[in-house]
T-cell receptor
Framework: DARVTQTPRHKVTEMGQEVTMRCQPILGHNTVFWYRQTMMQGLELLAYFRNRAPLDDSGMPKDRFSAEMPDATLATLKIQPSEPRDSAVYFC?????????????FGQGTRLTVV | AQSVSQHNHHVILSEAASLELGCNYSYGGTVNLFWYVQYPGQHLQLLLKYFSGDPLVKGIKGFEAEFIKSKFSFNLRKPSVQWSDTAEYFCAVNARSSYKLIFGSGTRLLVRP
């Protein structure tokens, strides 16, 4: 059963520490999305990639967040330094971009708590 | 830029009641439309999608949605809800030119037994 895998599932860290979240997209998918979910803001698109190239990261605070795809099987989202306001659930989703459209499949998420 | 509006933030229904959740999008080009469901503590799962063709789309668990292009709407319906439908529902739009997938603010549905 193909699925998007995110690690870690839960992370508690102190303010100022670096946080790295990882995502393994479904094999063969060429599009990867990173979202942040909070009660106040809902689901915010942070960044997305197609064929490993970043297409749009305008939703991401550039001074502390970075997103990369070192290879087709791994996407990473880093926060350095982390702040309490970064506490949220971070979701990765992958999809296969076809001429007709793209359906996104979501991972289980990483629940981040910054204290 | 595309955007999505969901009109109802919280909906409370009794079992067997009918459901309709509103969704409107803003984008001048061709779009794909989706409804996702998030059960408490879980990730988002696809309920149904519209890419092209018949504007009335049927999804899983008895849900359906109708794309009305002139109204920029994609409302979700279910004739008879069950307690197990308690969840948060998200409408999403994907601009075909950019593949960017944007979500609405979500609607929390509570179904009372």
């Amino acid at each position: 059963d193909a699925r998007v895998t995110q690690t870690p599932r839960h992370k508690v860290t102190e303010m100022g520490q670096e946080v790295t979240m990882r995502c393994q997209p479904i094999l063969g998918h060429n599009t990867v999305f990173w979202y942040r979910q909070t009660m106040m803001q809902g689901l915010e698109l942070l960044a997305y990639f197609r064929n490993r190239a970043p297409l749009d990261d305008s939703g991401m605070p550039k001074d502390r967040f970075s997103a990369e795809m070192p290879d087709a099987t791994l996407a990473t989202l880093k926060i350095q330094p982390s702040e309490p306001r970064d506490s949220a659930v971070y979701f990765c989703a992958s999809g296969l971009a076809l001429p007709g459209g793209t359906e996104a499949f979501f991972g289980q998420g990483t629940r981040l708590t910054v204290v | 830029a595309q955007s999505v509006s969901q009109h109802n933030h919280h909906v409370i229904l009794s079992e067997a009641a009918s459901l309709e959740l509103g969704c409107n999008y803003s984008y001048g080009g061709t779009v794909n439309l989706f409804w996702y469901v998030q059960y408490p503590g879980q990730h988002l799962q696809l309920l149904l999608k519209y890419f092209s063709g018949d504007p009335l789309v049927k999804g899983i668990k008895g849900f359906e949605a109708e794309f009305i292009k002139s109204k920029f709407s994609f409302n979700l319906r279910k004739p008879s809800v069950q307690w197990s439908d308690t969840a948060e529902y998200f409408c999403a739009v994907n601009a075909r030119s950019s593949y960017k997938l944007i979500f609405g603010s979500g609607t929390r549905l509570l179904v009372r037994p």
